[in-house]
């Protein structure tokens, strides 16, 4: 079974900086996309940034410039670097794996996407 655990959120003040990352564990040969989404009191969870296993990325026109996403393969880790924080930035990020093959060589697994639990992003004015 494939797990992500966040880490690195808590509470900044406006123009500054954190840096969150996300460790996938559970005998994982590859993951095809990692992302990071986030969800703000009374609002849909969106879309903030996602890297391909090619390093491919895709980021929120909202975050363009400030956010950078990065990945490391070999430990099945993604981070997100995040800069020029502003108060709109506020909400729980969570971290998404997609495509991902885990399992032994006997007995291959395939999810779809997996998901974690979240970490809060507070950001003061």
């Known amino acids: 079974q494939v797990q992500l655990l966040e880490s690195g959120g808590g509470l900044v003040q406006a123009g500054g900086s954190l840096r969150l990352s996300c460790a996938a564990s559970?005998?994982?040969?590859?993951?095809?996309?990692m992302g990071w989404y986030r969800q703000a009191p009374g609002r849909q969870r969106e879309l903030v940034a996602s890297?391909?296993?090619?390093?491919?990325?895709n980021y929120a026109d909202s975050v363009k410039g400030r956010f950078t996403i990065s990945r490391d393969n070999a430990e099945n880790t993604v981070y997100l670097q995040m800069n020029s924080l502003k108060p709109e930035d506020t909400a729980v990020y969570y971290c998404?794996?997609?495509?991902?093959?885990?399992?032994?060589?006997?007995?291959?697994?395939?999810?779809?996407?997996?998901w974690g639990r979240g970490t809060q992003v507070t950001v003061s004015s």
């Open positions: 890297v391909g296993s090619g390093g491919r990325t």
């Open positions: 998404k794996a997609e495509g991902v093959l885990y399992g032994s060589s006997m007995n291959p697994q395939f999810s779809r996407d997996d």
């Open positions: 559970g005998a994982i040969f590859s993951i095809d996309i």
